[in-house]
């Protein structure tokens, strides 16, 4: 998808000049407003099935999942003019050169492509496709040189990159999905390939729940699963740790949305020395505003990338420390998944 947009032209406008047809103007007419939005108002207040993408947008649509996607990413590549994707709020012409916090430009790469089983056992095996950058830069991060990097890896073309996932649906996946680094920032490409997809393939969000209320309105109805990461207890951790201002306000919006909007599961990843600061309050937050909601407790931190510059990152999580985080997950009655 190329679409050229003068930085000068307005959101509106550029909307007005994008492929012309009825019904990227009805998409455009439904988001136009949401993309300078500081809130979020849902097309439709009733909870989507779980069973496929197709069937949670009938009830608001003719339209497949497919071709909704397919107008979306129109939209969403025109939004890159002003790009308010996640809860930064850059604000700048991703389609004239202009990068922001993520330093991403206006074209998708990639990192990984492959089928995985060491995600959540209810959704493995699934067709994992990792894009390159993201707008959190957590010291931690497993995947650091990839992730901090929107040009790392090969160019994204969604229509190859979907028959790769059909192939391996059709030899067992049961999921695909699409992460990142954190793909919010890359929504226009994540559409595209969405809409290359067969609508009752099961898919699933992988993100940072650090997105803005533009890309929520974008993503509705498109997953069927968001598996969410709640990293942080507190901000002044967020900002310590992975750069981040105002993390908790945007993480518990954005669990709330995906929870009203799709089926949601919550990663923590415990680290060393963020017990009480970061695993009680996540779990405490948890049990009191999403009960019965999944989560997945993660023990198996490694002392990556650029945890050294911490000093109670630059080890592993103790037996000690593991044992008191389920206990504290017992206690409270969460709803712990594989």
């Given at each position: 998808?190329?679409?050229?947009?003068?930085?000068?032209?307005?959101?509106?406008?550029?909307?007005?000049?994008?492929?012309?047809?009825?019904?990227?103007?009805?998409?455009?007419?439904?988001?136009?407003?949401?993309?300078?939005?500081?809130?979020?108002?849902?097309?439709?207040?009733?909870?989507?099935?779980?069973?496929?993408?197709?069937?949670?947008?009938?009830?608001?649509?003719?339209?497949?999942?497919?071709?909704?996607?397919?107008?979306?990413?129109?939209?969403?590549?025109?939004?890159?003019?002003?790009?308010?994707?996640?809860?930064?709020?850059?604000?700048?012409?991703?389609?004239?050169?202009?990068?922001?916090?993520?330093?991403?430009?206006?074209?998708?790469?990639?990192?990984?492509?492959?089928?995985?089983?060491?995600?959540?056992?209810?959704?493995?095996?699934?067709?994992?496709?990792?894009?390159?950058?993201?707008?959190?830069?957590?010291?931690?991060?497993?995947?650091?040189?990839?992730?901090?990097?929107?040009?790392?890896?090969?160019?994204?073309?969604?229509?190859?990159m979907a028959t790769k996932a059909k192939a391996a649906i059709a030899s067992g996946a049961k999921t695909v999905m699409i992460l990142g680094?954190?793909?919010?920032?890359?929504?226009?490409?994540?559409?595209?390939?969405?809409?290359?997809?067969?609508?009752?393939?099961?898919?699933?969000?992988?993100?940072?729940?650090?997105?803005?209320?533009?890309?929520?309105?974008?993503?509705?109805?498109?997953?069927?699963?968001?598996?969410?990461?709640?990293?942080?207890?507190?901000?002044?951790?967020?900002q310590r740790l992975a750069k981040v201002s105002d993390y908790t306000r945007v993480v518990r919006e954005n669990l709330l949305w995906a929870?009203?909007?799709?089926?949601?599961?919550?990663?923590?990843?415990?680290?060393?020395?963020?017990?009480?600061?970061?695993?009680?309050?996540?779990?405490?937050?948890?049990?009191?505003?999403?009960?019965?909601?999944?989560?997945?407790?993660?023990?198996?931190?490694?002392?990556?990338?650029?945890?050294?510059?911490?000093?109670?990152?630059?080890?592993?999580?103790?037996?000690?420390?593991s044992r008191r985080a389920w206990q504290i997950a017992e206690d409270l009655g969460l709803n712990l998944i594989p």
């Amino acid at each position: 998808m190329n679409l050229e947009i003068p930085k000068s032209r307005s959101y509106d406008e550029a909307l007005s000049i994008a492929p012309g047809n009825l019904g990227l103007r009805r998409e455009a007419q439904r988001h136009a407003a949401f993309v300078r939005a500081k809130g979020f108002a849902s097309l439709n207040n009733s909870r989507p099935p779980e069973d496929g993408g197709a069937a949670a947008l009938r009830h608001r649509s003719p339209k497949s999942r497919s071709a909704i996607a397919r107008e979306r990413a129109v939209v969403a590549r025109a939004a890159l003019v002003d790009c308010q994707l996640c809860a930064h709020h850059c604000g700048v012409n991703r389609l004239a050169g202009e990068t922001g916090l993520c330093h991403a430009g206006a074209d998708a790469r990639f990192f990984l492509a492959q089928t995985e089983v060491t995600d959540e056992l209810e959704l493995i095996p699934t067709f994992a496709v990792a894009l390159s950058g993201c707008d959190l830069r957590c010291d931690f991060c497993i995947t650091g040189a990839e992730s901090w990097n929107p040009r790392a890896g090969q160019d994204f073309s969604a229509p190859e990159m979907a028959t790769k996932a059909k192939a391996a649906i059709a030899s067992g996946a049961k999921t695909v999905m699409i992460l990142g680094g954190e793909p919010t920032i890359h929504l226009p490409a994540a559409l595209e390939f969405v809409s290359h997809l067969p609508d009752d393939a099961k898919l699933v969000w992988k993100t940072n729940a650090h997105g803005a209320a533009q890309a929520r309105a974008l993503l509705d109805g498109m997953f069927d699963v968001w598996l969410a990461d709640y990293k942080f207890g507190n901000d002044d951790c967020a900002q310590r740790l992975a750069k981040v201002s105002d993390y908790t306000r945007v993480v518990r919006e954005n669990l709330l949305w995906a929870h009203e909007h799709s089926e949601l599961i919550v990663r923590h990843l415990l680290m060393p020395g963020h017990l009480d600061c970061c695993w009680r309050p996540v779990a405490d937050w948890l049990v009191q505003n999403l009960p019965g909601v999944k989560v997945n407790l993660r023990s198996g931190f490694w002392p990556a990338w650029k945890s050294s510059r911490h000093a109670e990152l630059r080890g592993t999580v103790s037996d000690d420390e593991s044992r008191r985080a389920w206990q504290i997950a017992e206690d409270l009655g969460l709803n712990l998944i594989p």
